[in-house]
């Protein structure tokens, strides 16, 4: 899946263009105001996964924006608006940055973005780190578990859904609204109450026992 992933960003890095490393006229011409973020999660697995859902607002007509994300494994980025999907290219820029930029300008008015990626467990320090007891916590996570806007971005509302095998249990510094079962795994789902600073969020992964 690794390999496939950065593929795939090879192959979308080579579409016809804007030079990635060109510098966006205005990051906060395109605003978040709500997202959905999808984590699954197996402390046994050698990686995870991860799917943020945004809804955004286009002040205006722009090309180019930048998500803090410090993860080289990006395998997809989508922009739709009204008219249907935006064609665009994307890709690193510096060590902690993702360009996204579209082969025609998004218009004002509201936007969709979808950002899938795959990972491995850090040791310490950024995104997932997994301890040696099998625990996973989700630390300094915006900007490297997750990718978000820029720091001078408005906070938007979060639900955060972390798909985790049954012998696991989920915690977060979020307001809890269920657990679903199916096939061997549970969804525990978290929902912020308005809008939440991302550098905030806080998950962890843990052992748990089965009840009978």
Known sequence: MLTLALALVATLLA?????????PADTLAVVPRRFVLDLVIDPASATWTGSLR????VRRPVRAFVLRFANPTTSRVEMNQLAGATP???????????LVVTDRPMVAGPAG?????????????????R?????????????T??????????AAAWTVDVHVPAGSRVRA????????????WRTWEFVSRGPLDPDSLRISVVAARERR
């Open 131 to 143: 301890t040696g007891r099998g625990a996973v916590a989700i630390v300094r996570g915006a900007g």
């Open 54 to 57: 945004g809804w955004l607002t």
């Open 88 to 98: 665009l290219a994307f890709g690193t820029r510096g060590r902690d940055s993702l």
């Open 15 to 23: 579409v016809p263009g804007p030079a990635l490393t060109s510098r």
């Open 173 to 184: 510094n979020l307001p809890s609204a269920g657990i679903t079962r199916q096939l061997g």
């Open 113 to 129: 973005l979808n950002v899938g990626w795959v990972a491995a467990f850090a040791d310490t320090g950024r995104g997932a780190v």
């Open 145 to 154: 578990a997750y990718p978000a806007f820029p720091r001078a971005a408005p």
